[in-house]
Protein backbone atom coordinates (compact mmCIF):
# COMPACT_ATOMS: atom_id res chain seq x y z
CA UNK A 1 0.00 0.00 0.00
CA UNK A 2 2.49 2.86 0.46
CA UNK A 3 4.12 1.82 -3.01
CA UNK A 4 0.79 2.65 -4.41
CA UNK A 5 0.74 5.82 -2.33
CA UNK A 6 4.29 6.91 -3.16
CA UNK A 7 3.62 6.18 -7.08
CA UNK A 8 0.23 8.28 -6.45
CA UNK A 9 1.83 11.25 -4.42
CA UNK A 10 4.88 11.34 -7.49
CA UNK A 11 2.32 11.21 -10.16
CA UNK A 12 0.57 14.84 -8.75
CA UNK A 13 3.90 16.27 -8.01
CA UNK A 14 4.84 15.55 -11.23
CA UNK A 15 8.30 13.74 -10.21
CA UNK A 16 6.91 10.82 -11.83
CA UNK A 17 6.27 9.62 -15.37
CA UNK A 18 2.79 10.84 -16.00
CA UNK A 19 1.04 7.76 -16.97
CA UNK A 20 -1.90 6.61 -14.94
CA UNK A 21 -0.89 2.64 -15.66
CA UNK A 22 1.94 2.98 -12.78
CA UNK A 23 -0.81 3.56 -10.17
CA UNK A 24 -3.80 1.83 -11.69
CA UNK A 25 -5.11 -1.16 -9.77
CA UNK A 26 -8.29 -3.08 -9.23
CA UNK A 27 -8.39 -4.81 -5.72
CA UNK A 28 -10.70 -8.28 -6.57
CA UNK A 29 -11.37 -8.18 -2.69
CA UNK A 30 -13.72 -4.72 -3.04
CA UNK A 31 -15.89 -6.56 -5.29
CA UNK A 32 -18.40 -8.20 -2.47
CA UNK A 33 -18.49 -4.79 -0.71
CA UNK A 34 -19.25 -3.15 -3.95
CA UNK A 35 -21.94 -5.83 -5.34
CA UNK A 36 -23.42 -4.94 -1.96
CA UNK A 37 -23.29 -1.67 -2.31
CA UNK A 38 -24.31 -1.09 -5.85
CA UNK A 39 -27.49 -3.64 -5.33
CA UNK A 40 -29.64 -1.74 -2.96
CA UNK A 41 -29.72 1.71 -4.57
CA UNK A 42 -33.02 3.94 -4.73
CA UNK A 43 -35.05 2.35 -7.79
CA UNK A 44 -34.91 4.74 -10.85
CA UNK A 45 -31.87 6.67 -9.67
CA UNK A 46 -29.06 8.03 -11.88
CA UNK A 47 -25.41 6.96 -10.72
CA UNK A 48 -22.12 8.47 -11.51
CA UNK A 49 -19.09 6.18 -11.50
CA UNK A 50 -16.14 8.09 -11.26
CA UNK A 51 -12.51 6.61 -12.09
CA UNK A 52 -15.04 2.98 -12.99
CA UNK A 53 -12.01 1.11 -13.77
CA UNK A 54 -13.41 -1.97 -14.85
CA UNK A 55 -17.03 -0.74 -13.99
CA UNK A 56 -17.78 -3.55 -11.31
CA UNK A 57 -21.07 -1.39 -10.01
CA UNK A 58 -22.59 -1.11 -13.64
CA UNK A 59 -22.36 -5.14 -13.07
CA UNK A 60 -24.68 -5.42 -10.11
CA UNK A 61 -26.89 -2.51 -10.15
CA UNK A 62 -30.77 -3.04 -11.22
CA UNK A 63 -31.85 -2.05 -14.68
CA UNK A 64 -34.23 0.61 -13.36
CA UNK A 65 -30.81 2.57 -12.25
CA UNK A 66 -29.43 4.64 -15.03
CA UNK A 67 -25.24 4.39 -14.75
CA UNK A 68 -22.48 7.05 -16.32
CA UNK A 69 -19.30 5.17 -16.14
CA UNK A 70 -16.59 7.73 -16.60
CA UNK A 71 -12.74 7.15 -16.55
CA UNK A 72 -9.60 8.53 -17.94
CA UNK A 73 -9.52 5.60 -20.80
CA UNK A 74 -11.65 3.63 -22.61
CA UNK A 75 -13.66 0.91 -20.20
CA UNK A 76 -16.42 0.04 -22.56
CA UNK A 77 -19.01 1.26 -25.19
CA UNK A 78 -20.61 3.50 -22.43
CA UNK A 79 -18.01 5.05 -20.95
CA UNK A 80 -17.46 8.78 -20.60
CA UNK A 81 -13.76 9.36 -21.19
CA UNK A 82 -12.27 12.39 -18.90
CA UNK A 83 -8.45 12.47 -20.49
CA UNK A 84 -7.33 16.01 -19.01
CA UNK A 85 -6.23 16.39 -15.87
CA UNK A 86 -5.51 19.56 -14.79
CA UNK A 87 -4.25 20.50 -10.97
CA UNK A 88 -4.39 23.90 -9.39
CA UNK A 89 -1.22 25.92 -9.06
CA UNK A 90 -2.47 28.72 -6.95
CA UNK A 91 -0.88 28.54 -3.23
Known amino acids: MTNRIARILGYLTGNEQ ?3 SNIEYF ?3 RKNRIKKMAANP ?3 CSVI ?3 CGPMWPKRYQPQSVT ?3 VDYTYR ?3 CIIQ ?3 T ?4 A
Open 27 to 29: NKK
Open 87 to 90: TSTR
Open 49 to 51: DLG
Open 76 to 78: GAD
Open 67 to 69: CYP
Open 83 to 85: ASI
Open 18 to 20: KNW
Open 42 to 44: DPN
